[in-house]
């Protein structure tokens, strides 16, 4: 059986890394600071995220990687050198390691090759792309080869992936170009647009991780956000209620849940009638905001499942694709003598 020694989910808001018998080692945010005369390396992961909005115009502070693609390719080649560095320092891997890092659907082959790439310079000796649907299922226990429909629902931080997998595949699936990143960005335009406040983006993932709601909750909570006013110009407060949320999150959630609904609609009546028995599997941060599971639950009327560790769970099946790797190579051989 193919071995991978680390398992890598290069997400637009955070970087996971799981290890073989080690499990997750690197858990960090996707986010680079960097002096802009010598391009130096200031910080990587939190140190670097705590610098946003707070540096002169000597240091930028970007995240190299959008909409689960890599968008600056050498920012995000050194910030995954450093994560994986830090990470062979945890526990030592004789050799070069062989590597698997996760991808959304439908990227195109330029993206995929500027993976490829980044892993090739770690000195990776095996290199393997794996589709984020996929490594969730794998993650959460689940047979992804055999002849059976299991749907996931992932919700990163810059796109949600929606699938149903079956015999090792993704039979049908659908990669939306949002994600809990757009939430964030939705709440800080609802409070600007409500109050005529400005916050920055730290503040408004703050309060989305806080009171963040996409269904109304019974006993309202309540969230005070920080911003600048702008009518004068001055700091001040605002107190953010939960249940407020659920209308600056409504567009995107029912976004998902309707291509959810789409996605089903498409697939082949075998495959559904698997999915209406097994339900729906949901990962991703996003999946952690309030109500998320119980709305996608009343609108599909199926059952969902969320994963135990719906932040890691992508990293942890790529680290434990093993043996999906040797089944889909040891089907891509059988085609070939069939060709």
Do not use: W
Request: aromatic share 4%; with cysteine.
């Amino acid at each position: 059986m193919y071995r991978v020694d680390i398992g890598m989910d290069l997400g637009t808001s955070k970087v996971s890394i799981y290890m073989r018998d080690k499990g997750i080692v690197i858990n960090q945010p996707s986010v680079v600071a960097y002096e802009v005369k010598s391009k130096k390396i200031i910080a990587v992961g939190s140190k670097a995220k705590k610098m946003i909005g707070k540096t002169d115009e000597s240091i930028v502070v970007e995240r190299p990687i959008q909409k689960g693609v890599i968008s600056q390719y050498s920012l995000a080649e050194r910030m995954i050198r450093a994560f994986v560095k830090n990470a062979l320092r945890k526990r030592r891997i004789f050799g070069r390691p062989n590597i698997c890092v996760t991808i959304p659907m439908n990227i195109s082959e330029v993206e995929r090759n500027a993976v490829l790439d980044a892993v090739e310079k770690l000195g990776a000796r095996g290199r393997q792309l794996l589709v984020t649907p996929v490594a969730a299922a794998i993650g959460s226990g689940v047979d992804v080869m055999e002849a059976s429909g299991h749907m996931v629902v992932d919700i990163g931080g810059g796109t949600t992936e929606i699938a149903i997998i079956s015999a090792g595949d993704v039979a049908i699936g659908e990669s939306l170009k949002f994600g809990g990143d757009d939430f964030t960005e939705e709440l800080s335009r609802y409070v600007r647009r409500k109050y005529n406040v400005l916050l920055g983006d730290l503040s408004a993932e703050d309060a989305k991780i806080e009171v963040g709601s996409v269904l109304p909750r019974k006993n309202d909570i309540t969230y005070e956000v920080k911003g600048r006013n702008l009518m004068n110009g001055l700091p001040t407060r605002v107190e953010l209620s939960a249940n407020e949320t659920v209308e600056a999150f409504s567009e995107l959630a029912n976004r998902i849940a309707d291509k959810v609904l789409q996605i089903i609609d498409k697939a082949d009546p075998e495959l559904v009638s698997d999915v209406t028995e097994e339900g729906i599997l949901l990962s991703g941060g996003g999946s952690l905001i309030y109500g998320m599971e119980k709305l996608l639950a009343e609108r599909t009327g199926l059952r969902i499942s969320p994963s135990n560790e719906p932040l890691n769970v992508i990293a942890a099946g790529a680290g434990m694709a093993g043996e999906y790797i040797s089944y889909i190579e040891e089907e891509k051989r059988q085609n070939d003598l069939d060709d």
